[in-house]
């Protein structure tokens, strides 16, 4: 006797806000199609204080899991049943996994770019001067991966004296990594001896993607590697540090590599990285 047809989809998306332009759905369909899942992911824009009820209604329409982008990713915490220790640490969560009745938080944001760094751009943070721009989710979780990887110091630079010294204290106390703060009440001028510059903010996402980090670009030199979380391939920021002479990471790789990261913790297969890439890069006109 045949089977019986099944026509449900398993559901999976980002919450967000702005969400319109959030690319990531395309990298996760062209994942679905290549193996053949009967997936669907959302891209649902979701307001910061409607946050409770959409995470209520992930778990009504027995969602298998979600993405958090901003704002989402620190307030989320509250809406969860467990949170894995390196989310913990980090103390944001951007992609949770239901695993029946419960909802488990983890955080692919640090490792995703940091597979981008080391792997495609051949940048090792070991030993390196990091300045980190910005104190949010994002910034939470990759200052402490590249502190893991053995980075000498990290510079966060935040509006916000408070979450700023927030992540430094996280950072001294759970890290080796020699971490300090620097207020940013004008344009900043990155320090002689950085190695790598990161844009950790929201600053050059849409509808501002004409916008970038209010930074002292004449500051930027050759020798730095200067990095973007923002999943474009030519940021203002990057496009002005790269005139600059410095090398230039976009945000594309580290939004393919968490991504991966988060299918196999949702489907518990290995994702189909390159397809995903290629998928991204189409979207975005690079083939």
Same mark, same amino acid.
């Given at each position: !006797?045949?089977?019986?047809?099944?026509?449900?989809?398993?559901?999976?998306?980002?919450?967000?806000?702005?969400?319109?332009?959030?690319?990531?759905?395309?990298?996760?369909?062209?994942?679905?199609?290549?193996?053949?899942?009967?997936?669907?992911?959302?891209?649902?824009?979701?307001?910061?204080?409607?946050?409770?009820?959409? !995470?209520?209604?992930?778990?009504? /329409?027995? /969602?298998?899991?979600?993405?958090?982008?901003?704002?989402?990713?620190?307030?989320?915490? *509250?809406?969860?049943?467990?949170?894995?220790?390196?989310?913990?640490? /980090?103390?944001?969560?951007?992609?949770?996994?239901?695993?029946?009745?419960?909802?488990?938080?983890?955080?692919?944001?640090?490792?995703?770019?940091?597979?981008?760094?080391?792997?495609?751009?051949?940048?090792?943070?070991?030993?390196?001067?990091?300045?980190?721009?910005?104190?949010?989710?994002?910034?939470? @979780?990759?200052?402490?991966?590249?502190?893991?990887?053995?980075?000498?110091?990290?510079?966060?630079?935040?509006?916000?004296?408070?979450?700023?010294?927030?992540?430094?204290?996280?950072?001294?106390?759970?890290?080796?990594?020699?971490?300090?703060?620097?207020?940013?009440?004008?344009?900043?001028?990155?320090?002689?001896?950085?190695?790598?510059?990161?844009? *950790?903010?929201?600053?050059?996402?849409?509808?501002?993607?004409?916008?970038?980090?209010?930074?002292?670009?004449?500051?930027?030199?050759?020798?730095?590697?200067?990095?973007?979380?923002?999943?474009?391939?030519? +940021?203002?920021?990057?496009? +002005?540090?790269?005139?600059?002479?410095?090398?230039?990471?976009?945000?594309?790789?580290?939004?393919?590599?968490?991504?991966?990261?988060?299918?196999?913790?949702? +489907?518990?297969?290995?994702?189909?990285?390159?397809? !995903?890439?290629?998928?991204? @890069?189409?979207?975005?006109?690079?083939?």
């Amino acid at each position: !006797m045949a089977d019986a047809p099944n026509y449900k989809e398993e559901l999976i998306g980002v919450f967000g806000h702005p969400v319109a332009e959030n690319p990531t759905v395309v990298m996760y369909e062209a994942a679905f199609a290549e193996l053949g899942l009967h997936w669907r992911y959302l891209t649902i824009e979701v307001l910061p204080q409607d946050l409770a009820a959409a !995470m209520n209604g992930l778990r009504a /329409m027995n /969602m298998r899991g979600i993405n958090l982008t901003i704002p989402h990713k620190v307030a989320v915490l *509250a809406h969860l049943d467990e949170v894995k220790e390196a989310a913990a640490l /980090m103390g944001a969560v951007n992609t949770v996994v239901r695993t029946g009745d419960r909802l488990v938080g983890e955080n692919t944001d640090g490792k995703g770019f940091l597979t981008a760094l080391t792997q495609d751009a051949k940048v090792d943070p070991r030993g390196r001067n990091i300045v980190i721009l910005g104190a949010g989710g994002a910034a939470r @979780a990759i200052a402490v991966e590249l502190a893991l990887a053995g980075a000498e110091r990290i510079t966060v630079v935040n509006r916000s004296a408070g979450r700023g010294r927030e992540l430094v204290e996280l950072l001294a106390s759970r890290t080796p990594v020699r971490a300090s703060y620097a207020p940013w009440s004008g344009p900043y001028p990155v320090p002689a001896g950085t190695h790598i510059l990161v844009n *950790a903010t929201s600053i050059g996402l849409p509808p501002g993607a004409d916008q970038k980090p209010d930074i002292a670009y004449g500051s930027i030199t050759g020798g730095m590697a200067v990095c973007d979380v923002i999943p474009a391939p030519a +940021t203002p920021f990057l496009l +002005t540090a790269r005139a600059q002479g410095a090398q230039v990471v976009d945000g594309l790789g580290m939004l393919v590599y968490q991504g991966a990261i988060g299918f196999k913790l949702w +489907t518990g297969l290995d994702a189909p990285v390159k397809v !995903m890439y290629q998928a991204l @890069a189409r979207a975005f006109g690079l083939s």
